[in-house]
């Protein structure tokens, strides 16, 4: 299994749609979990971190399943602005770096 | 937003070059971290700090060096350019308050687009 590894997409949803991204992680010991926005050409920026007890922030919720080493991302009544790059991201076994997946793309329509 | 700037943001050299990208930061984090950003390849880490003077070579490190003589810099050098390093360069940055080095949140710069001809 790849370190971190995400459906690339894209996925293209309508304004208003719910539409979750899924990730796997390889190293059952990692601690540390997030899932950071990338809009293009620019730098990603920390969308939210993942605890163990799942977490929401307004819209967007994150969920951590440990035995299965599966991270979700839950965005509800899409925006036209969430359209961007998710990536999911999760601490090295050694616990020294965080290892980037390549990025789920959304794109929202009108 | 975190304070991180990078220099220059854009620049084009040729094959065979030295190339020195900045990395300059006014939170006062102790961790500063290069990556780079190839399609395909996702973000991947080059070399890090983990204090002045103190850094470490990452996943892709092979043809980079790196410095921090203060804080608020982190320098990428590329000592002989090649057109493998055409790239989008970013710095981040973390190591607030009780931030645990490597795991903690990422703060990063606005990026440097790098071509080799």
């Known amino acids: 299994r790849k370190e971190v590894e995400q459906d690339p997409g894209p996925f293209n949803v309508p304004e208003g749609a719910t539409v979750a991204f899924n990730c796997t992680y390889s190293?059952?010991?990692?601690?540390?979990f997030f899932w950071y926005r990338q809009d293009c050409r620019k730098e990603p920026k920390l969308l939210m971190s993942v605890y163990s007890s799942g977490n929401e922030d307004g819209r967007f919720t994150a969920q951590l399943n440990r035995a299965s080493q599966y991270i979700s991302l839950l965005i509800r009544d899409s925006k036209l602005s969430d359209s961007a790059t998710y990536l999911c991201v999760v601490a090295n076994q050694a616990g020294t770096a965080l290892i980037f997946g390549k990025g789920t793309t959304l794109s929202v329509s009108s | 937003d975190a304070g991180i700037t990078q220099s220059p943001r854009h620049k084009v050299t040729e094959t065979g070059t030295p190339v020195t990208l900045r990395c300059h930061q006014t939170e006062n984090h102790r961790y500063m971290y290069w990556y780079r950003q190839d399609p395909g390849h996702g973000l991947r880490l080059i070399h890090y700090?983990?204090?002045?003077?103190?850094?470490d070579k990452g996943e892709v490190s092979d043809g980079y060096s790196v410095s921090r003589s203060k804080t608020e810099d982190f320098l990428l050098t590329l000592e002989s350019a090649t057109s493998s390093q055409t790239s989008v360069y970013f710095c981040?940055?973390?190591?607030?308050?009780?931030?645990?080095?490597?795991?903690?949140?990422?703060?990063f710069g606005p990026g440097t687009r790098l071509t080799v001809l």
């Open positions: 981040a940055i973390s190591g607030g308050q009780g931030a645990a080095f490597g795991t903690d949140t990422q703060y």
């Open positions: 700090s983990y204090g002045v003077k103190d850094t």
């Open positions: 190293n059952s010991a990692s601690q540390s």
